[in-house]
């Protein structure tokens, strides 16, 4: 919901805080478990006596917990690849939007490089980069980069699918 409204803030507290502080309490609770209930057949390097024999209901929900973990863990992967998905596409709705085509890439016959980004550049990093920028902000650091990285190749891979498909050619 809040990234079809493009409610970064909230989507990337939720999806990119706290989903990986879930994530990360499930997978020690996954560990204390088998620790505690080894499931039949499972055997460590250092074997210690064995634990008495594990009730069906026991196995029932280290299975259940252990299920929980894993789907976590593919949801938190889902999650971010909807939103780099998201990225890519809204990035490349602004160059199809903003970016010229053709002759704006042809120098002149005394043309000097640019000492200012174009202005289609400039429109789509606030809209995109700066937006993720400002809901980033909310995030613990280590979870920045992550985010950040994901984003930002998806904005160079929507930018390059343009250039590629409209053969612009810079000159």
């Given at each position: 919901?809040?990234?079809?409204?493009?409610?970064?803030?909230?989507?990337?507290?939720?999806t990119q805080g706290d989903l990986q502080v879930l994530k990360a309490e499930t997978e020690q609770l996954v560990l204390q478990v088998s620790g505690t209930f080894?499931?039949?057949?499972?055997?460590?390097?250092?074997?210690?006596?064995?634990?008495?024999?594990?009730?069906?209901?026991?196995?029932?929900?280290?299975?259940?917990?252990?299920?929980?973990?894993?789907?976590i863990q593919l949801f938190s992967g889902d999650v971010l690849r909807m939103?780099?998905?998201?990225?890519?596409?809204?990035?490349?709705?602004?160059f199809d939007q903003t970016m010229p085509l053709g002759r704006h890439w042809r120098l002149g016959p005394r043309a000097e490089l640019p000492s200012t980004p174009s202005a289609y550049a400039a429109a789509a990093v606030q809209a995109v980069l700066g937006q993720v920028l400002q809901g980033a902000q909310a995030l613990?650091?280590?979870?920045?980069?992550?985010?950040?990285?994901?984003?930002?190749?998806?904005?160079?891979?929507a930018w390059m699918d343009h250039i590629l498909t409209h053969r612009i050619k810079f000159r």
């Open positions: 919901r809040y990234l079809a409204a493009w409610a970064l803030p909230q989507f990337l507290l939720l080894p499931e039949p057949g499972d055997t460590g390097g250092d074997t210690p006596p064995q634990p008495p024999p594990v009730s069906p209901w026991e196995l029932q929900l280290c299975r259940q917990i252990h299920g929980a973990a894993n789907n939103f780099s998905t998201s990225c890519k596409r809204l990035s490349a709705e602004i613990p650091h280590d979870a920045q980069a992550p985010t950040l990285a994901r984003v930002t190749t998806a904005f160079l891979e």
